[in-house]
């Protein structure tokens, strides 16, 4: 594939990447950070993969990155850590999610999720690096459904990717995926 990294204005950078063999073509669209010059540490967004032989097109949204490991979940939950992140979804970037995870003796998390037409709230226990919702602490205008991510990279500079497949009540089913940073203080 061949691939071109540019700058954004916030701390991620853009990354497009393509590929064509024979009449297979695979492209890559996301917003990534980087590790160190030649290892992603986050990335988020959309990948396509097409036959112009057969016209078949598969594509899909994505979250990526390493989950946090258990010393620096240990160190979390130790000094009794609330960790907020903040961002936009990507398939729909109107969407923004708020994420509070706190690590204790009964690691929890709350999240909102706010768009122009529906808004949304969920909540449920940590395990380790992983969370997942519970029907009793979503807002009443979710009929049924799911949230569930987990905590990547070093505790030094986390992040959380997620998703979110839910019916509300007069907007139906909407499925995002979420890649967020901490938020700002």
Known sequence: MTTNVSD????FDNLNAQGIDATQQSRIVARV????????????????????GTGVVQFGFFAYGIATSQTDIDQLTASETTLTFTGPMSVDNSTVADITMQYNADPSWTGSWSNPSYNFTAGGPVNGADFVSVSEQFSDNVQSGFVQGALLGPGSDPAVAHLVEVNLDGTGLVRDVGLLRPAAP
């Open 8 to 11: 954004r204005v916030d701390e």
């Open 33 to 52: 950070l980087f590790q160190d010059p030649n290892v992603i540490q986050y990335a988020a967004d959309i990948w396509g993969d097409g036959d112009a």
